[in-house]
């Protein structure tokens, strides 16, 4: 059974920062395209951030300069480094590991960004 776990989300002022985790297995990290989704209220979830098992990453254009995903394997885990967050950043994150036909999701943490 694959298991992903989401931790650092928060509460944070507008201008601020957070950093999220998901702890997963080493095979995974190593395998799988991992990637950060997320959902506002009212809205479908929608792609952030992905980093491939060759460590390419692809971001969606509302973060790019401001989050940094990254893959730490002696860790096992996956980060997303959010600076420079903004209201709409709000929402609730997911961590999402991905290989063909076999797509894993964590239970997701929310992020709320305050003006």
Known sequence: QVQLV???GGLVQAGGSLRL???TSRSILNLFTMGWYRQAPG???ELVATV???GSTNY?????G???ISRDVAMNTMYLQMNSLKPEDTAVYYCNAELGVRNYWGQG????VHS
């Not at 969606?60 to 790019?64: H, P, T, W």
């Not at 943490?109 to 709320?112: A, K, L, Y």
Request: charged share 30%; proline share 0%; with cysteine.
């Open 43 to 45: 809205k479908q979830r």
């Open 52 to 54: 491939t098992s060759r």
């Open 66 to 68: 401001r989050f940094t």
């Open 109 to 112: 943490t929310q992020v709320t």
């Open 6 to 8: 989401e931790s650092g």
């Open 60 to 64: 969606v254009d509302s973060v790019k």
């Open 21 to 23: 985790s998901c702890a």
